[in-house]
């Protein structure tokens, strides 16, 4: 669930260390949107993220599209938003990253909004209903003057887009690696031993031996035959390696494109007129 965390600051320099801290906190610079709320200047934050200079249409705009059109919260906002000089928009997907973003923005100054809202109700109140947006800055000590608009001014805001190039990951090509078994028919030669019993009768004549009659009686020899058989067994052995692994390299890429800015040309269009166009270019 995705949170949205406001921060209203009175000072635009309160709004750009609020920024840095939520940055030096882990948060990205791409979900937090710096927006001046001063009426004569449009700068960049501090360290990045999105900024922009804001109406009170604008505003008043952005607070009904948060809580509802014509919410108690969003009049509430859009009044308080009017007189702060810069505004800090976070988004976040927790309800404990939207608590540390409030306590980051609170210990750099945030304008406490229901205080404020009270503050304004009581000077409108003293003053008889007509309590107007320089009554309600000199409530709150803040003597600025460029956040009441001046009678007859016009501004026009100076919007530059810078280039940010970034890094993504993407799936190439790859090898696939797969074992398998397989079965061939291998031969080997051995040599085999056999015992085969050979009987030869033979006539003779001679004279009988002591050792003639020691045998003459009855009786039986045996004599055995023995034979090799092949006895075939198998043995695994590591005949070889198979490594796959990845080889890292790195290149650089030049990424072209273009980017758009704001240019004002200022012309003389009455002799009795002088205008310093480097100047008002620079207050822009």
Request: charged share 30%.
């Amino acid at each position: 669930m995705t949170h949205t965390v406001i921060g209203l600051f009175d000072s635009k320099t309160e709004a750009q260390a609020a920024m840095r801290d939520l940055v030096a906190a882990g948060f990205a610079e791409e979900n937090i949107d710096f927006s001046n709320r001063r009426i004569d200047e449009t700068t960049s934050g501090a360290t990045g993220g999105t900024t922009t200079g804001t109406t009170g249409g604008g505003v008043s705009g952005f607070f009904n599209s948060l809580f509802g059109d014509d919410s108690p919260e969003a009049r509430t906002y859009s009044e308080v938003a009017t007189d702060t000089e810069a505004i800090l928009t976070i988004q976040t997907d927790s309800d404990e990253r939207a608590r540390q973003i409030a306590d980051i923005l609170d210990r750099n100054g945030a304008v406490d909004v229901d205080e404020r809202a009270a503050q304004y109700q009581a000077n409108y109140a003293q003053s008889g209903g007509t309590a107007t947006t320089q009554n309600r800055t000199a409530a709150t000590g803040d003597m600025t003057q460029n956040r009441t608009a001046a009678t007859g001014d016009t501004t026009i805001p100076i919007i530059e887009e810078q280039l940010q190039v970034g890094k993504r990951e993407v799936q190439g090509g790859g090898v696939r690696v797969r074992s398998r078994v397989i079965e061939k028919p291998v031969e080997e030669t051995v040599r085999l031993r056999e015992e085969h019993v050979v009987v030869n009768r033979r006539p003779v004549d001679r004279a009988v031996t002591d050792a003639d009659m020691s045998s003459f009686k009855e009786g039986d020899i045996e004599i055995t035959e023995r034979s090799e058989q092949a006895v075939v067994s198998k043995q695994a052995r590591v005949v070889e390696e198979v490594e796959v692994g990845k080889q890292v390299s790195e290149r650089e890429q030049v990424v072209s494109d273009t980017v758009r800015r704001t240019d004002v040309d200022v012309e003389e269009i009455g002799t009795d007129v002088t205008t310093d166009a480097n100047t008002r270019r620079a207050n822009s």
